[in-house]
């Protein structure tokens, strides 16, 4: 009797939740598409990546029902700005406080530096005059301000960072560990580097970003206490330990 009832109880639960989720009010977010933080799944078309799974979560856990776009890191600022995009995780840059408010912190990113074959550092004052890779669009290289002589270049991604790096073009690769750590397992072009290797510049903040178009107060607190329950639970703690070297 119970192992016949089983299947009818299971499909009665997922019914249940498909209708609360058909009742939910959708929040339409996007998240920058540079692995780890965000990507098309190429196997289901689906978004992916460390920012995509813990906004979407986020968003379920305020009571919505996510509408989440992956777009080109500069796309998504113009439709934070626009109010097409209503929210999004992002590390603080000119571009998106222009065009949102940070209503949350995330987390703090560790910034490292990390060269060639694994060549050590022990001091930030040995980059002076170098050569070092970052992103485009980010503005961790201002951690690096006070140091003369560095030459940056810019790459729209992680992976082709590692490119310039094995192309001799740069001396060293500036990021966010868990995305450097991303690199190294996938990027044909990693070498014997090792993110434990890398040396810490600092931190840049991560944060959580409403659209300064159409502001709402009530959904920037369902939003805030969220995404607290989430760090006071582990999950966010969680999501980035899977990126990590």
């Keep these: 009797m119970r192992s016949a009832a089983l299947p009818f109880l299971m499909a009665l639960l997922a019914m249940s939740l498909t209708a609360h989720r058909a009742s939910a009010e959708t929040l339409s977010a996007s998240v920058m598409e540079i692995p780890p933080w965000g990507y098309t799944d190429r196997n289901t078309g689906h978004a992916a990546g460390l920012y995509s799974d813990i906004l979407e979560r986020l968003i379920r856990t305020a009571g919505y029902e996510p509408v989440l776009a992956i777009r080109p890191y500069i796309r998504v600022s113009k439709d934070m700005a626009s109010g097409a995009s209503r929210v999004t995780l992002m590390s603080d840059n000119h571009r998106i406080r222009a065009a949102a408010i940070a209503i949350a912190t995330l987390r703090p990113l560790d910034i490292v530096v990390i060269g060639s074959g694994g060549a050590a550092l022990t001091d930030p004052a040995q980059l002076q005059g170098k050569r070092i890779a970052t992103l485009s669009g980010v503005e961790h290289h201002l951690l690096l301000k006070d140091i003369p002589g560095i030459a940056f270049e810019f790459s729209p991604s992680t992976e082709g960072q590692f490119k310039m ?30 993110v434990a290797d890398g040396l810490l510049i600092g ?27 989430m760090q006071d639970s582990g999950a966010i703690e969680a999501a980035f330990r899977m990126y990590a070297d």
């Design 165 to 194: 790096l094995a192309a001799g073009r740069v001396d060293y690769v500036l990021g966010v560990r868990e995305a450097l750590a991303y690199g190294l397992r996938t990027s044909p072009f990693a070498g014997r580097e090792h």
């Design 203 to 229: 931190h840049w903040t991560a944060r959580l970003w409403q659209t300064r178009t159409g502001y709402d107060a009530k959904l920037s607190a369902r939003l805030t206490a969220a995404l607290k329950a």
